[in-house]
């Protein structure tokens, strides 16, 4: 149990335009899910906590606006990069909050050329 | 500011030997804390997690990890390591009353056969 999915797993893209990835808790529901960047031989940062049916929290220092996460459900959160560019290129990792733990997916490469 | 850290970037070790990896982190209070795994191209796996109780934890594959309250640390350690415990180890920590989790910088463990 307790397992979540990301899609794509592996995205490239243009400058200048936008990505959706998805989240989805495969068998449990989640109020709280959180999205993180990885970049490449680093930690996980945090980038935003996904509460369902409300607004994300931002950490300082990340775009709401250009990182727009939407939580429609308790099995869905959606962070979709707008007008991405190639700094935006980073490994994506969401999270499902369950009791005390938190489930990863598996992670979305996003590639901007 | 409030961290986790990770005292080893990069450890290499013979199989057979014995391993341990530092984490401390500097939040007062109550939190709860976790080793997560990642392997070469795979998601984060959970090793283990400490709540409360025997600050002595097991884990999964033979790994556990022992709570100091008054040196703020949680160490990871196998007795005898294998070619396969190559990965990178992350120690995380979720603050207390929040409910994200943050994460130390990770330290990359390379096993020689």
């Known amino acids: 149990g307790a397992v979540v999915s990301q899609h794509p797993s592996r995205v490239i893209c243009k400058s200048g335009t936008s990505v959706k990835i998805e989240c989805r808790s495969l068998?449990?529901?989640?109020?709280?899910m959180f999205w993180y960047r990885q970049f490449p031989k680093q930690s996980l940062m945090l980038m935003a906590t996904s509460n369902e049916g409300s607004k994300a929290t931002y950490e300082q220092g990340v775009e709401k606006d250009k990182f727009l996460i939407n939580h429609a459900s308790l099995t869905l959160s959606t962070l979709t990069v707008t007008s991405a560019h190639p700094e935006d290129s980073s490994f994506y990792i969401c999270?499902?909050?369950?009791?005390?733990?938190?489930?990863f997916g598996p992670g979305t490469r996003l590639t901007v050329l | 500011a409030q961290s986790v850290s990770q005292h080893n970037h990069h450890v290499i070790l013979s199989e057979a030997a014995s391993l341990e990896l530092g984490c401390n982190y500097s939040y007062g209070g109550t939190v709860n804390l976790f080793w997560y795994v990642q392997y070469p191209g795979q998601h984060l796996q959970l090793l283990l997690k400490?709540?409360?109780?025997?600050?002595l934890v097991k884990g999964i594959k033979g790994f556990e990890a022992e709570f100091i309250k008054s040196k703020f640390s949680f160490n990871l350690r196998k007795p005898s390591v294998q070619w396969s415990d190559t990965a990178e180890y992350f120690c995380?920590?979720?603050?207390?009353?929040?409910?994200?989790?943050?994460f130390g910088a990770g330290t990359r463990l390379t096993v020689k056969p």
């Open positions: 068998d449990f529901q989640a109020t709280t």
């Open positions: 999270s499902a909050r369950r009791y005390n733990e938190q489930f």
């Open positions: 400490y709540f409360s109780g025997d600050p």
């Open positions: 995380a920590v979720n603050p207390p009353l929040g409910n994200d989790m943050r």
